[in-house]
């Protein structure tokens, strides 16, 4: 009887060990996952500062700079239309559409190789109206130059550079036209990449934190050509010092110049920006 009893506490002893024992084990396997699910949730934070880091300094898109409304042509239109489409907007080339598929470029010089003359403003009626048996899809380049709308703008300069011209069609995964870019979209998209880089990472680029409009400043600067750092300060009122700063920081990255005369204070001048 006795013996019984023993073996009955034994068996509680090993039944109660064997509890404790699954217990721990237990404890150890939440313990391990809470650190697995901390380390995961310290991953995320990681990735999602280092994405937004990344979207502070991106680089924009052609899509964001672009002209939307394109002043385009067709195939079968004639050349004398397109003479007059020219001289009306002050352009030089327009794109060549055939639905809404882009299929060609016709250029200014397209056109005079055509006639024999040496510019569109020397042609006689006789020549004007040689230009109306002309369509547009015989003289057009079938092979132009155009970019993809989701494209960076670094991309849009290089082509740009490459083949010296001053505009690209843009299109999109199904070949349609969706816009058009320039050089002046080019600069212009540039200066808004810069101006987030000095916003939101001054340190990388040795600055303090400046709340200043870019945009006006360059559209001053471009429109006058000089401008001096009293009437743009009277005109943004931005405090002098400021203006300076602003001055060396973008005469450093070639987006106007700042002459210092002799007398009086430092003027910003606009600078043919060469796009590389």
Same mark, same amino acid.
């Given at each position: 009887?006795?013996? %019984?009893?023993? %073996? ?15 217990? %721990? ?17 310290? %991953? ?6 280092? $994405? ?10 052609? @899509? ?27 352009? $030089? ?22 006639? *024999? ?48 011209? $001053? ?7 199904? *070949? ?14 540039? $200066? ?52 300076? @700063? ?31």
């Amino acid at each position: 009887m006795v013996e %019984k009893r023993i %073996k009955k506490k034994d068996s509680f002893l090993e039944l109660e060990k064997l509890k404790k024992e699954v217990l %721990k084990e237990e404890k150890r396997k939440t313990v391990k996952k809470r650190g697995k699910a901390k380390e995961k949730v310290k %991953k995320t934070r990681v990735e999602k500062e280092k $994405s937004k880091k990344r979207e502070m300094v991106r680089e924009s898109t052609v @899509e964001e700079i672009m002209t939307r409304h394109v002043i385009k042509v067709k195939p079968d239109d004639n050349l004398s239309y397109v003479v007059q489409l020219l001289a009306e907007k002050n352009i $030089s080339g327009l794109p060549v559409v055939e639905g809404n598929k882009f299929v060609g470029v016709i250029s200014e010089s397209d056109i005079i190789r055509v006639v *024999g003359s040496k510019s569109l403003l020397e042609l006689d009626t006789l020549g004007l109206k040689k230009l109306r048996d002309i369509k547009v899809r015989e003289v057009m380049n079938k092979k132009p130059i155009a970019i993809y709308v989701k494209s960076k703008v670094s991309k849009a300069a290089d082509l740009m550079n490459k083949y010296d011209i $001053s505009r690209l069609p843009v299109i999109n995964e199904r *070949g349609e036209l969706v816009g058009i870019v320039t050089k002046k979209d080019i600069i212009k998209g540039i $200066s808004k990449d810069f101006l987030v880089r000095v916003i939101k990472e001054p340190e990388k680029l040795g600055v303090e934190f400046i709340e200043t409009d870019l945009d006006e400043i360059l559209k001053i600067v471009e429109r006058e050509g000089s401008v001096s750092i009293d009437e743009i300060k009277k005109r943004l009122e931005i405090p002098e010092e400021k203006i300076e @700063e602003w001055g060396r920081i973008l005469e450093k990255h070639n987006l106007i110049e700042v002459y210092y005369p002799p007398v009086g204070k430092p003027i910003f001048k606009k600078k043919e920006v060469k796009l590389k």
